[in-house]
C-alpha cells in the first residue's frame, strides 16, 4: 500500500533534513542519529487530525525483520505525537531501512513481549534506560511488522 497525500515535512529542521538526506541517497546518507553513528530508520504515517504524510526517523532496531518503535521522546512526560498517528491507524505505515520504504502493521506490545523487545532498544540505543528513568509513564513499544 502506498500512503497517499500530502506530504508535510516536520516543523523541526533537524528532522527534516535527515528525511530528506535519507530518502534522497536510498539510505545511504542521513541514516544515523545527528553524527552519533546509532542507525535510524524512517517510519511513514498519516496525521490523525491532519490527515497529511508525515516521516519520523527512529532508531533502528530491527530483530527478525520486525522493527521496535519506541515512543520514548526523550523521557518526556507525554507520548509524541507519531505514537498517537500510530495507534490511531496502524496499518498506514511504512518503514524505510535501506533504499525502499515497504508496509507494516503496527501493534503494542506489552508483558514478556514488551521487555524482549525493551531489552534489544536499549541494546541498540542505550539513552532509552536513562529516558525511562526521567519519566513516569511506561514508555511504549510499537512493534512494527512487514505487511
Known amino acids: 500500500?502506498?500512503?497517499d497525500g500530502e506530504y508535510e515535512p516536520s516543523p523541526e529542521k533537524w528532522?527534516?533534513?535527515q528525511v530528506e538526506?535519507?530518502?534522497?541517497?536510498?539510505?545511504?546518507?542521513g541514516n544515523t542519529l545527528m553524527d552519533t553513528g546509532m542507525p535510524v530508520v524512517?517510519?511513514?504515517?498519516?496525521?490523525r487530525h491532519s490527515g497529511k504524510v508525515r516521516k519520523t526517523p527512529l532508531m533502528r532496531v530491527e530483530h527478525e525483520g520486525e522493527y521496535a518503535l519506541v515512543a520514548s521522546k526523550g523521557g518526556a512526560p507525554e507520548h509524541p505525537v507519531w505514537y498517537h498517528n500510530l495507534t490511531a491507524d496502524p496499518t498506514a505505515v511504512m518503514v524505510q531501512?535501506?533504499?525502499?520504504?515497504?508496509?507494516?502493521?503496527?501493534?503494542?506490545?506489552?508483558?514478556?513481549?514488551?521487555?524482549?523487545w525493551w531489552d534489544r532498544a536499549v541494546a541498540a540505543y542505550p539513552p532509552y534506560a536513562d529516558y525511562?528513568?526521567?519519566?513516569?509513564?511506561?514508555?511504549?513499544?510499537?512493534?512494527?511488522a512487514p505487511a
Open 42 to 47: 524512517i517510519v511513514t504515517h498519516v496525521g
Open 97 to 116: 531501512d535501506g533504499p525502499e520504504p515497504f508496509d507494516v502493521v503496527v501493534r503494542e506490545v506489552d508483558g514478556d513481549e514488551r521487555a524482549a
Open 1 to 3: 500500500m502506498t500512503i
Open 21 to 29: 538526506e535519507y530518502e534522497a541517497s536510498g539510505g545511504e546518507r
Open 15 to 17: 528532522v527534516r533534513d
Open 132 to 144: 525511562q528513568e526521567a519519566t513516569d509513564r511506561q514508555i511504549p513499544v510499537l512493534v512494527a
